[in-house]
């Protein structure tokens, strides 16, 4: 992108915001696949329950595919995982999520706790390459990284927990989040970890010479308040 056009971007937005009433326009937001899967779909829908005038559009990608969204201006902000490092995308912390340790056999969570490194000899199955979900695990392993028995990728939550469910065998790290019915129904088990803990942080992320219209202010208001009812801050 030219350096001229997030300039000429800024005006457009600057002139849109004049030219509209203030909560009545159009938004598209982009959201990672744990945050649209989750966590959007509720607050989504009570937004627009609030605000009828203003029509929401959603992209879905992974965390790299959203901040690509960002920088090219395809849409207005976006909700990720994880860390990112990019000159031209401001960040802000939303709220913190709990990853845990998941299989699908009873019988490997009989013991009260595992040290990380000796389960990683068993066959896991991770999101894709570019997911803020796969980065944060595999950055709190560090050096124990290149030990991970990597048997699949998977680009969803949703086929990466069937696959454990079938396979009985197998050890994933996902979002809690996206796990709990699992849990409570005890298709899927959650494996305690001495001494680690995976989090990561939930950001809002926008272009760095974005224009905030009164809009936009107002709906990036109303989700950092929703998100805080649900998410640790």
Known sequence: MHAIEPLVKKLRDIEEEFM??????????GASTT??????????????DKYPDVKISMKIGNTDEIVKMVEEGSVDLGYIEGEIQNFNVVTSPV????????TGDKNLVKKK?????????????????????REVFLTHLGDLASQVNLFLELSHPESIKNMLIQSKSCFSCLPRVSVMK??????????K????????????????????TSLLNKFIYFIRMQLGKLLKR
């Not at 699992?182 to 494996?191: K, W």
């Open 95 to 102: 709220g913190v999520d709990e990853l845990v340790i998941v």
């Open 35 to 48: 945050i649209a899967d989750y966590i959007m779909p509720h607050i989504i829908c009570e937004y627009m």
């Open 182 to 191: 699992e849990l409570e129904r005890g298709e899927l088990f959650e494996v």
């Open 193 to 212: 970890i001495k001494k680690m803990k995976f989090e990561r942080h939930f950001l809002l992320i926008y272009h760095k010479d974005k224009y905030k």
């Open 113 to 133: 706790e595992y040290y990380i490194d000796n389960l990683l000899e068993y066959k896991w199955i991770l999101r894709e390459e570019g997911s803020g979900t």
């Open 20 to 29: 509209s009433q203030e909560n009545k326009g159009e938004l598209t937001v």
